[in-house]
């Protein structure tokens, strides 16, 4: 009795351990279905990021204009300069001139005064000689007639008409005197008044030479003030790309997210049919590092002169398994819920050796894994080494098994010193733990 009792207990939780499964296989694949694939969402991401290298390729385009528009300015802004000590240095010149001009006009005025004074003295001189004659002729003193028959012998009327000529000959001379130096003063007045109307002249082609420099200035003003205004158009430009920028951003982080939800979908729905054989760990395909699938299997061999090994050994020396293989809780954005390995707590710097000996496929960073590497063992076997301070081999390059090729470090998306150890068959990942003794 009691044995039918616990064979219908088990039967009994056989049958709901069915109906479970079987409740799981009819939603997940609605899940997944009713969401895009993995796949397509990468193909979105791509192209947000083809968006991204579009905007990037505009902000540097405006980048170079605005740089030109700079130098432009800055070459404005040195001629504007130049006209500036032209217009200076034409300034200067211009009341130079206005000086003279100034000095001219009083000499001109002085010499004028001079003129007058002569014409004065000069006519006063003529009138005073005209006076003179009159009344001589009225006195009866200054005859011609008289001074020839009022002589009283003839020395006294040579003596007369001596005195009569020198009379005549001193008015004559003072007046000749004074018609010369009015006519200096004439020649002189002249002459400063031609220099006069030069420096006039130049003064007028001056202020014609100033019109067209403060012109010229006037519009590299105004030159300038149109080139700033198409910088700060150029800079808000700028600003609005990189606000669109920052928008494709946050939407590729969005994508992210729903392409790590759909390949745990994936994954879930794949786990809901997938039946795991007896001598294997279930595996998930591979993916690299980057995100992309990739098959290390590759067909390089390992190699006569390198030691592969048919065991695995433990690439490090380490103090507990703090994350095993399978589904997980993120622990850290960015991080894969589904962990395709196991990570080794380290203390930094602990040598990383090659589990098996093989090819180095790569040796390369990523965002996520950091520093890795990752070794093809030619029999359809391959593994990888993440978060590494640093590694000491290089793409193309055979290692033995044992052979360092790096040091455990917390490079990438990590929280702590470790090593994430994975190993692939044939273009997935299989678990660890059921190829090297970990536990």
Request: net charge negative; proline share 3%.
């Amino acid at each position: 009795m009691k044995n039918r009792k616990r064979l219908v207990s088990i039967l009994a939780g056989v049958m709901a351990a069915i109906m479970l499964l079987t409740l799981l296989i009819s939603i997940l694949p609605t899940r997944a279905s009713a969401a895009a694939s993995s796949s397509e969402i990468r193909k979105q991401i791509n192209s947000l990021q083809d968006d991204r290298k579009d905007i990037k390729n505009q902000i540097s385009e405006l980048q170079v204009q605005y740089q030109a528009t700079s130098d432009e300015i800055a070459d404005i802004v040195a001629r504007k300069n130049v006209i500036d000590q032209e217009i200076g240095l034409l300034h200067a010149e211009i009341i130079n001139i206005n000086e003279q001009i100034s000095a001219y006009s009083v000499l001109i005025a002085d010499q004028q005064e001079e003129l007058d004074a002569a014409e004065a003295r000069f006519d006063q001189l003529n009138e005073d000689c005209k006076t003179r004659i009159r009344a001589m002729e009225e006195e009866g003193t200054v005859s011609y007639w008289a001074v020839l028959f009022k002589a009283n012998s003839f020395s006294d009327l040579l003596d007369r008409l001596n005195m009569v000529e020198e009379i005549a000959s001193s008015d004559t001379r003072r007046l000749q005197e004074l018609s010369d130096a009015a006519q200096r003063v004439e020649d002189a007045q002249a002459e400063l008044a031609g220099e006069k109307a030069e420096l006039e002249g130049t003064r007028t082609e001056l202020d014609s030479t100033q019109k067209e420099l403060d012109a010229k200035r006037q519009e590299a003003d105004d030159l300038i003030v149109q080139l700033i205004a198409k910088g700060e158009e150029l800079k808000l430009q700028q600003e609005d790309l990189e606000a669109e920028d920052e928008e494709l951003l946050a939407q590729i982080a969005q994508k992210e997210q729903e392409y790590n939800e759909a390949k745990l979908e994936e994954w879930l729905a794949y786990m809901a049919t997938y039946v795991p054989p007896t001598t294997v760990a279930p595996s998930v395909p591979i993916s690299d590092p980057n995100g992309s699938n990739s098959n290390n299997s590759g067909s390089n061999s390992s190699g006569s002169d390198v030691t592969v090994g048919s065991s695995w050994l433990v690439p490090c020396s380490y103090k507990k398994i703090s994350s095993p293989f399978g589904f997980r809780e993120s622990p850290t954005s960015g991080a894969s819920r589904y962990h395709q390995g196991v990570d080794l707590a380290a203390n930094a710097g602990t040598p990383i050796v090659a589990s098996r000996g093989g090819t180095v496929t790569i040796a390369s960073y990523s965002n996520s894994a950091g520093y890795y590497v990752t070794i093809n063992h030619g029999d359809g076997f391959s593994s990888i080494y993440m978060h590494m301070t640093n590694y000491v081999v290089s793409s193309g390059q055979k290692v033995n098994q044992g052979q360092t090729i790096g040091y455990v470090g917390s490079t990438g998306i990590s929280t702590g010193n470790h090593l994430h150890f994975g190993i692939a068959q044939n273009g997935a990942y299989v678990n660890p733990c059921s190829y090297v003794s970990l536990y």
